[in-house]
């Protein structure tokens, strides 16, 4: 399958300075939804916005569909939808006139029987007439996302949707964008919740410093990084880690009191049973044993911090 | 061409002047009726005839002028600063619309507004003084060609434009003392010689001049060169236009 967005060796540096984006190179497949991770200021916005149109690239080279984002400008916006970070809404628009705007400006004919659906969809039709500055800020992040929809765009990027957001819009949120991938649409989201992520994707990248750090199956990244500790404080400290314990990979603390087991929590077997009869075997006595789970969250921080 | 982009700006830009129809509209009217009595009238009763043309009568060009020019900018210049200001802007650089579309819709619509505004000026000046249009063709042509090039200009400023205060600056700093200082109020000719020359280089006269020769057949200059000015400072307007979408200059920064 070819990619819907191939993004190849994309660098950007603002006119202050600040590089944004070091030659990332990403391939988006039709239908996927990919999460972006990354700190703030780690270049998904700019990533997004290079690929949208907002921001020009300073080197490098970003397709959506086949065709170059310059040079084919309006096949490839046409194609876009976008529902920014910050909740920019023109404060006398009306939300049902907001909409059509945004539709009218992709190209589309006036329709207004999918623009009442499209609010409908987002539960914003009783709202069609208000002004959009008198809502709630959950509300007009639905208005974003409504008007983003709007053109029937083929691919939706959504920039930190649920930066702000409470529980119940975020389930909202969640079933639309399920529901938009079950036909068809191509979705990309940046966070910086992990757990979103995880709830959400098929696949996820982590980014940061401009660096796209990786890029890999959801599951796949969990399995890699998702790993989990047993502790074992020992009675008597050991000098070295006997040779019949080396299978298992123990790594030992400098004042030889705890050996630190790492194991995959998502595998069938942990090894654990065969680690405690080896130290049984090996004579080594237990004290105390507790288990540490890294968090996805410290996974992720890791990952960034291991990268200048 | 995305026919519908255009279509919707425009509505849009329109539309934010039927919300606001009692400032859009009111105003200019309240300020021309207040020039007619103050010039026309109390000050005019004691003015000569210029060239032939009772004073109040005389004014009626410039003080169109000067209500065109400054809502002209104003129009454009508001238009698209308020949604770089809002943030709003991302959706119609993300949109698959050319610059020029962009600029049809946007200068299209305060280009429409101050025509409005100007004709109604028209209108409320028939009400205080006599008025007859020697070349209303002409008029027409000046009137369309001074409303759209000054809403390019406009939109130029709101571009330019990083907070509210530059948006206000060149209006207020540059315009108004140009038109004030063009012959909305008095002829060229009136002027001690020294200063006839000084403000042939301000391009304001000619566009005075040139409006009200369609009125009186009356001008400080020539009638040609007048359109010739126009043309070149629409000319001009539109190629820092086209500069500004190709370098993305405040737009994609």
Redesign the interface.
């Known amino acids: 399958m070819k990619p819907i967005i191939s993004v190849s060796d994309l660098c950007k540096t603002y006119s202050d300075g600040h590089v944004a984006l070091k030659r990332v190179d990403l391939d988006i497949m039709p239908g996927e939804i990919l999460a972006l991770l990354g700190p703030n200021g780690a270049g998904k916005t700019t990533l997004i916005s290079i690929i949208c149109g907002i921001v020009s690239a300073s080197s490098g080279s970003v397709s959506v569909g086949g065709h170059d984002i310059v040079s084919g400008y309006r096949s490839t916006r046409a194609m876009i939808g976008l529902v920014p970070q910050e909740l920019t809404l023109g404060a006398f628009d009306r939300v049902r006139n907001t909409v059509s705007f945004s539709r009218g400006l992709f190209g589309k004919k006036p329709d207004p029987a999918y623009v009442e659906q499209v609010l409908r969809d987002l539960s914003l039709f009783d709202k069609k007439d208000s002004e959009v500055r008198i809502l709630s800020g959950g509300m007009k992040r639905r208005v974003l996302i409504a008007k983003a929809l709007s053109h029937e765009p083929r691919i939706l990027f959504l920039d930190e949707p649920t930066a702000g957001v409470d529980v119940e819009l975020r389930q909202d949120m969640w079933q639309i964008i399920r529901r938009l991938r079950d036909s068809g649409v191509t979705i990309i989201l940046t966070t910086h919740y992990i757990d979103e992520a995880e709830e959400i994707a098929d696949r996820v990248g982590v980014i940061n410093n401009g660096e796209l750090l990786v890029v890999d199956d959801k599951l796949e990244l969990m399995r890699k990084l998702g790993k989990k500790e047993l502790h074992i404080e020992l009675r008597e400290p050991i000098t070295r880690i006997p040779d019949s314990l080396a299978r298992h990979g123990l790594v030992s603390s400098p004042d030889g009191r705890e050996v630190t087991y790492t194991y995959d929590i998502r595998s069938d077997s942990t090894g654990i049973t065969d680690l405690l009869q080896d130290l049984k075997s090996a004579g080594l006595t237990l004290k105390d044993l507790n288990t540490a789970q890294s968090s996805l969250e410290e996974i992720f921080v890791n990952l960034v911090k291991n990268k200048p | 061409m995305?026919f519908?982009?255009i279509?919707?700006?425009y509505k849009?830009e329109m539309?934010?002047t039927w919300?606001t129809i009692l400032q859009s509209v009111l105003s200019p009217v309240i300020s021309t009726s207040l020039y007619f009595v103050v010039f026309g009238a109390a000050i005019g009763s004691r003015i000569e005839q210029i060239e032939g043309v009772s004073y109040g009568t005389f004014i009626v060009p410039g003080l169109m002028m000067l209500s065109l020019l400054t809502q002209s900018i104003a129009n454009a210049s508001f238009g698209i600063f308020?949604?770089r200001f809002?943030?709003?802007i991302?959706?119609?650089?993300?949109?698959?619309?050319?610059a020029f579309e962009i600029l049809v819709g946007y200068v299209g619509a305060a280009a429409t507004k101050s025509l409005i505004i100007g004709l109604i000026i028209l209108a409320t000046a028939g009400f205080f003084v006599p008025l007859e249009i020697a070349h209303p063709v002409w008029m027409g042509a000046f009137l369309v060609l001074t409303c759209i090039s000054f809403a390019l200009f406009g939109f130029i400023i709101g571009i330019w434009a990083s907070n509210f205060e530059k948006l206000q600056l060149i209006p207020l700093l540059v315009i108004t003392p140009l038109v004030f200082l063009g012959g909305s109020f008095y002829s060229v000719s009136m002027l001690p010689p020294a200063w006839q020359t000084i403000t042939l280089f301000n391009p304001v006269v000619y566009l005075i001049s040139g409006f009200r020769w369609s009125f009186f057949e009356v001008s400080d200059v020539s009638v040609g060169i007048s359109l010739m000015m126009i043309c070149l400072f629409l000319a001009a307007c539109l190629i820092l236009v086209w500069w500004m979408f190709k370098t993305?200059y405040r737009l994609?920064?």
């Open positions: 995305n519908c982009a279509r919707v700006i849009f539309l934010r919300n308020f949604p809002t943030g709003t991302y959706e119609i650089m993300s949109a698959p619309v050319s993305g994609k920064e």
